[in-house]
Each structure stands twice: as structure tokens, then as C-alpha cells.
């Protein structure tokens, strides 16, 4: 069966350190695969995804996402963190005809000013 | 202009009652969805609709009723709340396989 983990539920960072929060999928064949923040209160807002081609995907916020197929893993990066990044993020795998995403369980983002 | 547009965003009602969620979404897009978000946060997705057909019904208790009267509208009908309906619902939309839009969410609240 499909699956997404995120190992880390919680992060915490200083402003300008950088970040990397961890993605695995099980997923039988080419995935397609998303990065979704969540700020309080607020819906999932897009921040890349990946269907195919280039492995490095570049997102909005400054965000980047590199897929290695061999780990089966989709890392979300960012170079220099910004105190308005602190939020949930969820990866998702997109299966049953890519319509029916399956999301990690979360890692919230805290950042130390 | 808000692309997925969810009403109420706040529902708080007794256990027992009826309680409906409405979704509209003005991209153009085919396909709808609902998801249920729990306290810890997690994502699981119930129903997806395309074109005003149910596309996508996962284990979800038949007191969950949702209804498309067309492609732009995905509501949501709970009958007999519980307790353990309690949670955040989000309504999404996408075309084909591009991204889902999400709406901003309905925290339910079952006393």
C-alpha cells in the first residue's frame, strides 16, 4: 500500500540556518509527489511538487526539493530560514490515478529568532 | 478572489444533531475532494468527486453524505454527530493531475 513518512515530527531552527525536513514514500510506481505548508488556521498552500524530469525541483519561499528515487525519498530544503517559515509541512504522495493524495503525518517547523 | 471558498469556517454543534459543510470552488477545475484533518494533524482524504460523480469513497461512516449539484459545489452532510467527528474538514480542487487547491478548512466541534 502507498504510504508517506516524515521521521521528524518536530523541528526547531534559528532564522538564517538552514533546513531540511525529511521524506519517504512507498509508492509501486513513478510518484507523483508535493510539499504543503500549513500555517495556523489557515488551508495547505503549494509549495512544489514533482511529476517528472529534473530531480531538483524549485518551489515558491525559496524552497527546493530534490527526488532520489534510489532512497525513495522527496527532502524539502531552504537555504536560510526566515521566521515566518515556522508552519506544518506535509509531503504527499499523489496515487489512484494521481487524483487521491497521501500525506505524511506533518513535521512542524519552529523558528528561534 | 478565493479559489476554494468553504462555509462555515467554524461549526459548533451537539452530538446527535445534522450538520452540513459547503465547498465552492471558482478555478473551473473537474474534480473535488474532501479531506478530514484529526487533532494530531493528520490528512486522510473521504470522497472525491469529477464532474459531479463520485470518484473517490474511502472508509468513511455512511452518516458522511456528499453531494455535488454541480462541478463548481462538493458539500458535505453529517448525520448524527459524534463525538469523534470532531476535527478540521478541508475541501480541495485540481484538474487532471495539477496540484489541489485547498480551501481554508471547517473546524467542527462536537460537545
Known amino acids: 500500500a502507498q504510504s508517506v513518512t516524515q521521521p521528524d515530527i518536530h523541528i526547531t531552527v534559528s532564522e538564517g540556518a538552514s533546513l531540511e525536513l525529511r521524506c519517504n514514500y512507498s509508492?509501486?510506481?513513478?510518484?507523483?509527489l508535493f510539499w504543503y505548508v500549513q500555517s495556523p488556521g489557515q488551508g495547505l498552500q503549494l509549495l512544489l511538487k514533482y511529476f517528472s524530469g529534473d530531480t531538483l525541483v524549485q518551489g515558491i519561499k525559496g524552497f527546493e526539493a530534490e527526488f532520489k528515487r534510489s532512497q525513495s525519498s522527496f527532502n524539502l530544503r531552504k537555504p536560510s530560514v526566515h521566521w515566518s517559515d515556522a508552519a506544518e509541512y506535509f509531503c504527499?504522495?499523489?496515487?489512484?490515478?494521481?487524483?487521491?493524495?497521501?500525506f505524511g503525518a506533518g513535521t512542524r517547523l519552529a523558528v528561534h529568532p | 478572489d478565493t479559489a476554494v471558498s468553504q462555509t462555515p469556517k467554524y461549526l459548533v454543534t451537539q452530538m446527535g444533531n445534522d450538520k452540513s459543510i459547503k465547498c465552492e470552488q471558482n478555478l473551473g477545475h473537474d474534480t473535488m475532494y474532501w479531506y478530514k484533518q484529526d487533532s494530531k494533524k493528520f490528512l486522510k482524504i473521504m470522497f472525491s468527486?469529477?464532474?459531479?460523480?463520485?470518484?473517490i469513497n474511502e472508509t468513511v461512516p455512511n452518516r458522511f453524505s456528499p453531494k455535488s449539484p454541480d462541478k463548481a459545489h462538493l458539500n458535505l452532510h453529517i448525520n448524527s454527530l459524534e463525538l469523534g467527528d470532531s476535527a478540521v474538514y478541508f475541501c480541495a480542487s485540481n484538474q487532471g493531475t495539477q496540484p489541489q487547491h485547498f480551501g481554508d478548512g471547517t473546524r467542527l466541534s462536537i460537545l
Open positions: 468527486y469529477n464532474n459531479k460523480e463520485l470518484i
Open positions: 509508492y509501486g510506481a513513478t510518484p507523483y
Open positions: 504527499a504522495v499523489g496515487s489512484g490515478g494521481y487524483n487521491k493524495l497521501i
